[in-house]
Structure formats: C-alpha cells, structure tokens
C-alpha cells in the first residue's frame, strides 16, 4: 500500500466488509475461549498472586493515619494549582515552566504534541502529578512487612502504568493524528493485530507480538557462528566452535547459559556475539545447548540438570580435546548451576574447573530484586499446582512475568504500536530472543524457587545437597570473576556481590553499566558504556563502588586479561569433530530450535 493510499479513507463498502471479517474473527475467538474455559460454574475470585491481601492490609495502615491522607490530598492540591497557572500561561502564549517532567529514559511522550501543544502538555503532567502522589502516598504506609510493602509498590506501579494517557485513544495525540491522516485504518489494523494476537495464543491468553518473527531464524542470522554439536543427553546439546585462529588456549572455555532462556543470546550477530568474540581471542568455546522441556522432564531435578548438565559436558571436553580441566563461565540461572558445581567438585576433592567467571548471577538470593514480588509461600505452592498439573511452568508465563518488570516498554508501548496506531512492530533480534520462551520442568522448578529464592540455602554451608553431596562454597578456592551491571534489575549488582563474597579463592568483581542483557552483551567494538574495577573485594558493595575505578567502553577486555594466564598457554587450533567425539550436527543444533506451541 502506498503513502498516498494509506492516507485515504475507506469507502462505505469496504469499511462494512472490513468490519464484518473482525466480527466473524472476534465471534470465532470468543466462542474458542469460552469452550475451553466455560465449565459451568460461576467464575470464582483467586487472589494467586495476594495483590487483594496485600492492598487490603495497606489501606487498612493507611486509614489509621488520617493526617498523612491530609498530607497527601494538600501536596496533590498544591501541585495541580502550580499546574493549572502553568497552563494559563501557556494559553496566553507565555513561557512556563513545566510543575513535572517525565523520568529519564522514559519514552511515552517523545511525540512534540506532548511538549508544544498546551492542552496534551496539562494532560501528560496531570498524569504524572497523580501518579507521583499515589506512588509516594502509597509508598510512605508505615507498619507493613517487607514483602507486602514490596508487592504493594510493583502493583501500584503496574496500575499507573496502565492509566498513562499514551495508552488511550482519546488522550494520545500520536494516535489521533493518525487516525485523522489515515481515514481510521490505523484503527482497523489495530483491531486485526490484536485478533492475530489472540489467535496466536489459540484464543486463551493475548500473546502481544513484539517483533516481526519473519525477520529472523536461529542457524541463519541469529546464532551462526560456525561450530558442531559434539555430543548430546536428554537434557542438553554440547556445541563445539570451529578456530578463527591458528593457535588456541591449551584449556577449553565451557559456558553455561540460563535454561530460562536460550543460549543465543550470547551469540546473537557478527558484531555482537560474545562466543564469535571468544573463538577470536583464541579460546576454544564449549556451549551448553538446553533441551526446552515438556511433559516427559517433569520429574528432572536439579540434581539432573547439574549431572547432566556442566558435568556431563566437562567429561565430553576432555573426550573431545584430551583436556581434562577447563575454564567455565556460568550466565544467570546458569551461573547459579555454575556455583554449585563448583561446590560439588569441591566437595569431592575435583579441580576440573579451573576458573568460573560469573554473568549477572545471583548466588546469595536475600536481595533478590523486583522478581521478589512474584515469589512467596502462596504463589510458589499455587505454581508448583499448576506445574504438577501440566509437567513443566510455560514459558509464556515466564516471559510474562520479566515483561511486567518492565511493562512501559515491553507491554505497553506494543499495545500502543500494534494496536493504536495499527503498525507491524519492528524487527529486533533481541526482543525475538526474548520471545523465544522455554519451559521449566516441575520439579527443577520447584526446588530452584524454595530453595534458593524463599530459603536462600545455597549461601549455607551444607545449606543443598546435590546427587548427596551437601554444597559448601565456603570452601571452594576456585579463582571466580563476577560482572554484574549498575542497572540489573533482575540480579541486582549489590545481591551478585554478596555471592562474590561466599568463595574462599582469589575473586575479582567487575561492574559494568546499563542492564540485564545490554550490560553483558556489550562487544568492545561498541564503544558504549563503561564498567567499575577494584583490585580486592571490600565488606560492603557501597564501599567496594566508591573506591571502584571507572573505566570506559567495554567489560569484556578486563575479562581477556583476566583469563589469559588460565588458559595454560598455547597449543594448535582444535576442529569439531577431529577428537574422539564425531560432530552429530552443524551448531546451532537442534534442541535450540524447539519453539513453544501456541496456547
């Protein structure tokens, strides 16, 4: 469709036709949905998640305390009067300085009209005055426990989030220009996103389509970096990366991702792979490829996924190279696994590990971050319900759950794009991956979340036994790395430190800027950002970050520097397959390419 017939308005006929496809479309959803939700019995409220308790108990605080009510309605008074001369001003074509200002980084309202015209400018600040006074009005309820403050706040949050005028029709001048410019096309399109949005959750949930899928395939412009899968067991695959250099570190580099993810994240482009990096400064890389899980894994244990997992992989190296050592690098989930090995070997008097360098993982969970709010006795046992029913937690409602940490930008500002304004999303490889869920087998599960999240026992010499074995990082001398980033919000920097200092070997912890995801995968290249160095550990992560030296660019050379005198020197470069271990098949492999099913 051309420029200028988008911006012609459909005739009657084909406007009548249109409507009757989305009312057949939306006839034919619904009927789905009620098939498979209707048992005839009246709906019944589950507060699963204890958001009703936990506002129950607060507006009870709240009420005892009359006068910060008081409090509150004057500072909410004071800021609308300032907002209100402020908007005569501007009508009277005078200067006036804005009463709020949105947040640094938040990018509702980067449209002009929210700046320049008068009336859309008194809407966006009206919305952040109130919002800022529920938020602190609710934020400042004395005599809470932690965890009901905590929910408290992530709730209110998700409420002012969802109340934004950007996510309305009628309140968003981005939206309406279009719908004026389009003939309400944009408004029509919307409606046919949001059908094949339902649709692609097979009528049971609304799964809201963040990039152009088609854009994108693991094997042919994400995750190709040549290599061979060497060996595989019911839970893993083991790739093997193909040399780009003559000479190889005599010991291998074994990375183990999160399972809650796929491992491609560190091998996304050219440009931007963490492993394409590591071949090329000469190690030779080892990935462990997870299997995504169904039914018949639902009795796979924590104990399986460490067995199988880094164990089984440390043995197929050696087969593999002859080496029986090797460097290792855990990432998130997969570096919580990484700690525990390490605790294992240890106890077994094993130092086939060499070194263990740690991504933005959590191994002392008693600051757990943001994820804290999903994660008490009610909803874990509610999880485990629904997991014993089906064998597995489904990946969407995991992808959901990250989504609403952030749910501006990875909800709402989709809702507003597909929706609203009727557009395709945009192809990004990154929110392709993040899309890419994988499921998590019911009993691993279960014993990673009271565990680790609700009893915080990995931190407790003897706290787990695996396969036996109690775990003791206290006592593995192991030389560990550790970068985490300034912004995580998934593992918290100051959380991740806490685990740094569990080890009783020689550790260094680096701090690198931005988040979760851009503050690891941050290739030097880039030239973006910065990290936080600090030759030894101080007792407190405040006092380890103000004597921390700030270093420019990327985390990743502090890294190479780090491992070089690790790698045992030089020997030739090794091909897949050219050990005692044949290649089954090219890299990416198979298990990688497993996608969920829809609903």
């Known amino acids: 469709m051309t420029e200028s017939q988008s911006n012609q308005a459909y005739d009657p006929a084909e406007l009548a036709k249109a409507y009757a496809e989305i009312a057949q479309r939306s006839s034919e959803i619904v009927s789905r949905y009620l098939a498979t939700h209707s048992n005839g019995a009246a709906p019944v409220f589950n507060d699963e998640l204890g958001i009703a308790k936990a506002f129950y108990d607060m507006m009870g605080k709240l009420f005892a305390d009359p006068a910060k009510i008081a409090e509150a309605q004057m500072k909410l008074w004071q800021d609308y009067s300032a907002l209100w001369q402020n908007s005569l001003l501007r009508m009277w074509g005078l200067e006036a300085k804005p009463v709020i200002e949105p947040a640094k980084g938040d990018r509702r309202f980067k449209h002009d009209d929210w700046q320049q015209n008068f009336l859309f400018d008194y809407i966006k600040q009206s919305y952040l005055i109130t919002a800022r006074n529920l938020h602190d009005m609710v934020g400042s309820v004395k005599g809470l426990d932690d965890t009901t403050a905590k929910k408290v706040d992530f709730y209110t949050r998700q409420y002012i989030d969802a109340l934004s005028p950007t996510n309305y029709l009628a309140t968003n001048p981005e939206v309406l220009r279009e719908t004026v410019n389009s003939g309400g096309k944009n408004l029509l399109n919307g409606l046919n996103n949001l059908l094949d ?148 070997l240890t106890a077994k008097g094993d130092k086939r590990i060499a070194s263990a360098t740690f991504f933005a993982t959590m191994i002392d969970f008693s600051e757990p971050g943001e994820l804290e709010v999903f994660i008490d006795e009610q909803q874990v046992a509610n999880l ?163 004597s921390a030296n700030q270093q420019p660019g990327s985390w990743w050379t502090d890294w190479a520097q780090w491992a070089e005198p690790k790698g045992k020197g030089k020997v030739p470069a090794r091909e897949p397959g050219s050990g005692k271990l044949p290649a089954i098949e090219a890299a990416p492999g198979a298990y990688v390419k497993v996608k969920l099913a829809a609903g």
């Open 197 to 344: 949005d339902l649709e692609s959750g097979d009528g049971k949930q609304l799964r809201v389509k963040m990039t152009d899928a088609t854009a994108f395939e693991v094997g042919r412009n994400l995750a190709t970096t040549p290599g061979k899968v060497v060996f595989q067991n019911e839970l893993m695959q083991l790739i093997q990366y193909s040399p780009s250099t003559t000479e190889v570190w005599r010991r291998p580099l074994l990375i183990i991702p999160p399972w809650i993810n796929k491992f491609y994240i560190l091998d996304m482009r050219e440009n931007n792979s963490f492993v394409r990096w590591a071949v090329g400064e000469g190690h030779t890389v080892f990935m462990i490829s997870w299997v995504n899980p169904d039914t018949a894994h639902a009795a796979c244990t924590f104990d399986d996924y460490l067995q199988a997992g880094p164990l089984a992989a440390i043995d197929a190296i050696e087969q593999a190279t002859g080496e029986k050592s090797v460097n290792a690098i855990g990432f998130c989930l997969g570096g919580t696994l990484l700690a525990a090995t390490l605790g294992y």
């Open 384 to 546: 485990e319900k629904k997991m014993q029913e089906r064998g597995y937690l489904e990946g969407a409602e995991m992808a959901n759950t990250f989504n609403l940490l952030r749910a501006n930008d990875l909800i709402w500002s989709f809702v507003v794009n597909n929706y609203l304004l009727g557009k395709a999303p945009f192809p990004f490889d990154l929110l392709y991956w993040n899309s890419d869920s994988t499921r998590m087998p019911a009993a691993m599960h279960s014993f990673y979340l009271r565990n680790m999240y609700l009893r915080n026992l990995l931190r407790v010499p003897g706290g787990i036994t695996l396969d036996g074995v109690p775990i003791d990082l206290t006592k593995v001398k192991t030389p560990t790395y550790f970068i985490s980033t300034l912004e995580d919000h998934i593992a918290p920097w100051k959380s991740t430190y806490a685990g740094a200092q569990l080890f009783a070997g020689e550790t260094r912890f680096v701090l690198g800027g931005s988040g979760h995801i851009a503050g690891i995968i941050n290739p030097p290249a880039a030239k973006k950002y910065c990290y936080w160095t600090r030759d030894a550990l101080a007792d407190a992560p405040q006092a380890w970050f103000e």
